[in-house]
């Protein structure tokens, strides 16, 4: 399902007329994107049943089910429930879907899981982790017109999607969002910044990989293109990596695997499936102490091998 087939069928008000209970389903939650949806539906009146919101970490299923199914004076409501995978623990998720198999009343349910039960009959829509250019400049259209009408902002959006043939679609939301507050003159700065949330070039994927599994082919990559980018680019590319590893390895360690895939995203799979074991997080805290002292020498003027040193000291190192 394209991302404006999805937009057809939330913005048609005979759709939540017909569907009163909807299970948003994807690997990660698109809650930018969740958010935009949300506030269309209000501000268009898609839905003239007033808007609640559930703090699932305070409900108890039990307790939730009734809260749900329930009208007051015989006025609906539309209750979303946002995350679900992160209010609820597994059990919980599926009984609260179980519960709502089935019903049929006056109010209207939408939430987000990653995955509903074979044995559970919910209406779902399948959104996407990554979106393409069609799909993006659709998005672009709807939530951020004035941007579009803009030129030069109209460039930037247009190149973005011409040079990644995918983008996760959190990430472009956000995009849209922030071209939308800066001015034209900063353009050029916003896009160097922006270059290291973006998916990684093939070069970048193979020296993360390297460097996690301490393959000696890392310093081949390394020293191909290191000049390519400044050294402020490889400062938030690398905090960006040891950010997400020090967090893959403390979820994992705590047997929390939906939040370890979520924050495995940029993140080599082979790391997020074998080699994280090799680390403990305490080994990316000092790695990213070390990149602060980069960072305060490189603003002082200084670049003197600070990267080359740090990697010669990771191949090193034993299994930490």
């Excluded at 005979?14 to 569907?19: G, H, I």
């Amino acid at each position: 399902m394209t991302i404006q087939q999805i937009l057809n069928i939330v913005f048609d008000p005979a759709y939540w007329q017909r569907t009163p209970v909807t299970c948003f389903v994807s690997n990660s939650f698109p809650y930018q994107f969740m958010r935009k949806v949300l506030q269309k539906i209000e501000a268009d009146k898609i839905l003239t049943i007033p808007r609640s919101r559930v703090q699932l970490s305070t409900q108890d299923v039990k307790t939730l089910l009734p809260l749900l199914q329930q009208t007051v004076l015989g006025q609906a409501s539309f209750f979303w429930l946002g995350d679900v995978e992160d209010g609820f623990t597994t059990k919980n998720r599926d009984a609260l879907l179980a519960g709502l198999n089935g019903y049929v009343g006056e109010n209207r349910i939408a939430l987000f899981v990653q995955e509903v039960p074979a044995k559970i009959s919910l209406q779902t829509i399948q959104l996407p982790v990554d979106i393409t250019a069609a799909d993006g400049m659709a998005l672009a259209q709807l939530f951020a017109s004035k941007t579009l009408a803009n030129p030069p902002k109209r460039s930037v959006i247009e190149a973005l999607l011409n040079q990644n043939q995918q983008l996760p679609l959190n990430l472009f939301i956000t995009i849209l969002d922030s071209i939308e507050l800066v001015h034209v003159k900063h353009l050029p700065d916003f896009v160097r910044y922006l270059t290291p949330l973006l998916p990684l070039s093939a070069e970048l994927s193979n020296l993360s990989q390297a460097f996690f599994k301490r393959d000696r082919s890392f310093f081949t990559t390394w020293s191909n293109i290191s000049s390519e980018y400044p050294p402020v680019f490889w400062l938030a590319f690398w905090h960006d990596q040891w950010w997400r590893a020090f967090h893959v390895i403390t979820f994992a360690q705590q047997k929390n695997i939906i939040l370890a895939k979520k924050m495995g995203f940029k993140l080599p799979y082979s790391f997020i499936t074998r080699e994280w074991q090799n680390y403990q997080p305490e080994y990316f805290q000092k790695l990213l102490a070390q990149l602060y002292t980069i960072d305060y020498n490189i603003k002082r003027g200084h670049s003197f091998c600070f990267f080359d040193f740090l990697y010669a000291q990771h191949f090193a190192r034993m299994k930490k």
